[in-house]
């Protein structure tokens, strides 16, 4: 029996957050993935509050919501693999929860918001949306690296890990909507953290593939419009 | 030789958000200065203090700014060790983080929405309320606080239950938090406002239910939580 059981699968960002927790600390783990559509016991009786992956389970105690899950990984395994995910320091605790704060609550729903977009005008709304967030980023990254590849300095750091797990999304989006999100002209540190990022040995071993992303995209964006299609009819 | 600390926090005198700030700092016996806000006209300092919100509170330690009530409650836990409001151990800690983000995410809103709402709507932000209400009674049970015998995260947060959620529901008319449904929250308010250094920082209940009857017209239009 696993002593540390994850539920969810990496086609969710929030899920691939605790992956990439759990991959830097070379955490072992046994991955419970959902069947789309279904909820099973398990997830019904570890997260009764809120019914969504990802959720932890560690001697059979369940901790839930991505960025608790991160600290406590954080918290468990303070020294394994590549080390300390938070800061050390208090004041750069709080700017990295704090942007992590922004990312979920703003920047993630306009990420959402271009997807859902069911006009030209109101795609390019939600795109200049979350274009404003990315250059909020971009300037927080310049603080926070001071030069280094992470927004942590030298070491995947918080934040990397809270942000990164929506990379590979957002290259799915640019793909199947032909779109430019991450501008590599007016956001071009961000652009070298991606890389950075996706190079990282531990982030690597969870990265879903693009492909698979993409079509996962292309299938719920299909499911929506028959959804929206049918209730007009 | 500790160098003198500055701490400052913007702050407004009927805001939930600054109270928790404040709360946390007198519980931690942390000397700091008050900086009252006039939210109609925010000052440079809290502009240049958190350019991306423009919101209160903002803590400012030796010229650091950190905006965000959870996170300023992280922060001054971190930095002032005396009275710790977080639990050491990693699955309490993450629950006293879970239980607080939850409050902030689903119940203060409910609550809100449900005083300024009215029709469907407002019975559909009651059920939603009441079912959030029923969830933090269950989890509090018999113990006297949320943190367990002395005040810590997870109370500093509900603090929004303990007396503004009495004054709202009073000006909308409604009923919410009741004894009769509740009962483990109602006890919780009773220890809660009866505590001395909760009292120390509490906002007069008079003023604020003076302040949200005259406001009550333009909270009605906006539905908005900056008042």
Known sequence: MAAVKLIGSPISPFVLRTMIALSLKKVEYELLPEKLGEKSELLLKSNPVYKKIPVLIHHDRPICESAVIVEYIDQVWPESGYGAILPADAYHRALHRFWTFYVDDKLFPSLVAIGKAETEEAKAEAVEQFRAGLRLLEEAFVKLSEGKAFFGGDQVGFLDVMLGCFVVWIEAMEEVLSLELLEEATMPALHGWVVSFRAHEAVKEVMPESGKVVEFFKMIRAMRMKAAADATN | ?227
């Not at chain 2, 018999?142 to 500093?156: H, K, P, Y």
């Not at chain 2, 009073?170 to 929250?185: K, T």
């Open chain 2, 1 to 227: 030789m500790a160098e003198a600390e500055q701490v400052k926090v913007l702050r407004f005198w009927a805001s939930p958000w600054s109270f928790r700030v404040e709360l946390a700092l007198k519980l931690k016996g942390v000397p700091h200065e008050k900086v009252e806000e006039d939210l109609a006209n925010k000052s440079p300092l809290l502009l240049a203090s958190n350019p991306i919100h423009k919101k209160i509170p903002v803590l400012l330690h030796n010229g650091k700014a950190i905006p965000e009530s959870l996170i300023i409650l992280e922060y001054i836990d971190e930095t002032w060790t005396d009275n710790p409001i977080l639990p050491k151990a990693p699955h309490e800690r993450g629950m006293a983080r879970f239980w607080s983000r939850f409050i902030d995410d689903k119940c203060v809103g409910a609550c809100w929405m449900s005083c300024w709402t009215e029709g469907e709507t407002q019975q559909m932000f009651m059920e939603q309320a009441r079912a959030c209400l029923r969830i933090l009674d269950d989890e509090l049970g018999g113990r006297r606080f949320f943190g367990g015998e002395s005040i810590g995260l997870v109370d500093i947060s509900a603090s929004f239950f303990a007396l503004w959620l009495g004054v709202l529901q009073e000006v909308a008319g409604i009923s919410l938090i009741n004894g009769d449904e509740f009962p483990n929250l109602c006890r919780w308010i009773e220890g809660f406002v009866a505590s001395d250094v909760v009292t120390e920082c509490l906002p007069p209940r008079d003023k604020l239910l003076a302040v949200f009857q005259s406001k009550k017209q333009a909270i009605l239009a906006t539905k908005s939580m900056v008042y």
